[in-house]
């Protein structure tokens, strides 16, 4: 299994508050945005350097940079919730968004909107999307960007089923993929067992409304 489940006391800790149904919006938000901090550093642990020489008040030294900025890219919406930690951290990466949805008469996956930039072609992509159930839509995400030429490719989630990951080594092996949580399986109706809900619907608060 090309996947790697980060063992993180606080990681366990935030996500049990996280999963609660009680949690408010904001509090969702806050949690979210502190479990993405402490996934990134995980994330680019293999991130590559390379030297330079600074000054400092004191003298001339050699340090450490990075070679590269890696690209973010999340799929809309929920993917959104998770992108501000690793913005925060990378204020260097340029920041892609792809829109997926499913064509009403071919029944195929299509993109409604993409944003991607060109950088993405030679660094690394880190694919940003909260959940990984079916694996349905990150392999949509996953064949889109390929088909564009990117490749190097990394796919991060907060909550991932048994399912999604065998999806996506199935088909692309040598893709890894970090994940905050593996969950126990989904259940007949598609859904994370034990999951939390629909991430999308918590981030922006609207489980409870119908759409106009």
């Known amino acids: 299994m090309n996947a790697v ?18 949690r408010s919006m904001p509090e969702f938000k806050m949690l979210l945005d502190e479990i993405g901090m402490l996934m990134v550093y995980e994330v ?24 590269s900025h890696p690209i973010l890219v999340t799929i809309l919406r929920a993917g959104l919730g998770l992108l ?7 204020p260097n990466s340029k920041v892609g968004f792809l829109g997926m949805d499913r064509d009403e008469v071919t029944l195929k996956p299509r993109s409604y909107y993409d944003k991607i930039p060109m950088q993405a072609l030679e660094n690394e992509v ?5 959940m990984l159930a079916t694996g349905g839509s990150a392999l949509n995400a996953i064949d889109f960007l390929v088909g564009k030429g990117v490749k190097n490719i990394t796919f991060i989630c907060l ?8 999806a996506i080594n199935d088909k692309y092996p040598d893709i890894k993929i970090y994940a905050a949580a593996l969950d126990e399986k989904l259940n007949d109706k598609g859904y994370i067992v034990p999951g939390l809900g629909d991430a999308g619907d918590r981030i922006f608060g609207t489980e409870d409304n119908e759409n106009l």
């Open 126 to 130: 880190l694919l940003i999307d909260p």
């Open 159 to 166: 909550v991932a089923a048994p399912e999604g990951i065998k």
């Open 5 to 22: 489940v980060l063992n993180h006391p606080l990681i366990d800790h935030k996500m049990s508050l996280l999963r609660d149904e009680k």
């Open 84 to 90: 501000d930690p690793f913005m925060k951290l990378m």
């Open 44 to 67: 680019t642990k293999e991130l590559e350097l390379e030297e330079t020489v600074i000054k400092t008040p004191v003298s001339v030294t050699k340090a450490k940079k990075l070679k």
